[in-house]
């Protein structure tokens, strides 16, 4: 087994580490195969991936693996990726029983084929006593619907007489996101070198830092994972201060 304490320093360990997984086409097609090759590649780094962040003691572990712009992909794609989707929620769930993980899913499920919801649904609710990490995955997530379908719920709660314009401030607004129950992201990765963030976390990446590597997701494995930690770990954060102030905080 790979040491991992010699280069990371336990004390920051990000509380909440999300990733762009990107690039699998790319990966297949290098080799001159169909993009699905890519995907089935990709279930791998997930799985080598969330045993790694479990490992280390990060809580907080979002995935991006769908977005609500991927549904204008080839109808083929779409199936394979659903068909993957179910497969991987089968075969991981006594792995993530046996971890203490709890499944979660944020984005507009409602629009997910009827048994990769269902899938997904009874996954979440067998590892919902979980409380060593909270594996999220985005699924048909988009930002900015995500915001719109907030701004929704408090226009109704509003119209409803249960709550004052001035009561909303970005506390309240952040508990009416898909993501109430989860701290915003210490650190967003994204592969295959786009240095975007394709509307993926936009009110929660406010203050995340950006990690973008070139190699592409089927690649991302432990030594890219604890590379990107690694980084993370001598940046300094600031939240807008000077530097004097955040040295003093920590002293
Ligand atoms: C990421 O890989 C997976 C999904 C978006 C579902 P891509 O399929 O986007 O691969 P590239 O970016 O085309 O190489
Ligand atoms: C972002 O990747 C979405 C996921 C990783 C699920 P895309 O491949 O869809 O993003 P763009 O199109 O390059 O921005
Ligand atoms: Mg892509």
């Known amino acids: 087994m790979t040491d991992y304490s010699m280069a990371l320093d336990p004390q920051k360990i990000p509380r909440h580490v999300a990733i762009i997984m990107d690039g699998n086409g790319r990966w297949a097609q290098r080799r001159g195969w169909y993009r699905v090759r890519g995907h089935v590649a990709g279930m791998e780094s997930v799985r080598v991936v969330t045993r790694l962040a479990r490992r280390l003691g990060i809580s907080y572990l979002t995935l991006f693996a769908f977005s609500e712009?991927?549904?204008?992909?080839?109808?083929?794609?779409?199936?394979?990726?659903?068909?993957?989707?179910?497969?991987?929620?089968?075969?991981?769930?006594?792995?993530?029983?046996d971890n203490q993980i709890a499944l979660k899913a944020i984005g507009n499920l409602s629009q997910l084929p009827e048994r990769v919801r269902r899938e997904?649904?009874?996954?979440?609710?067998?590892?919902?006593?979980?409380?060593?990490?909270?594996?999220?995955?985005?699924?048909?997530?988009?930002?900015?619907?995500?915001?719109?379908?907030?701004?929704?719920?408090l226009a109704r709660d509003i119209a409803a007489g249960r709550l004052k314009p001035e009561d909303i401030d970005a506390a309240r607004f952040s508990r009416s996101l898909y993501t109430a129950d989860m701290p915003d992201p210490d650190l967003i990765i994204r592969t295959s070198g786009e240095y975007r963030l394709s509307n993926f976390l936009l009110w929660q990446s406010a203050y995340t830092e950006l990690y973008v590597t070139d190699t592409l997701w089927p690649d991302f494995r432990e030594a890219e994972l604890l590379k990107a930690l690694e980084t993370y770990q001598h940046r300094e954060r600031r939240f807008g201060l000077t530097q004097e102030q955040i040295e003093a905080l920590e002293a």
């Open 69 to 97: 712009e991927n549904w204008q992909r080839p109808a083929m794609e779409i199936r394979v990726l659903m068909a993957l989707m179910r497969s991987y929620l089968r075969r991981e769930l006594t792995e993530m029983q």
């Open 120 to 153: 997904l649904e009874e996954t979440i609710a067998a590892t919902a006593a979980g409380d060593r990490m909270d594996l999220t995955l985005a699924l048909s997530y988009g930002g900015r619907s995500e915001i719109v379908h907030a701004v929704q719920s």
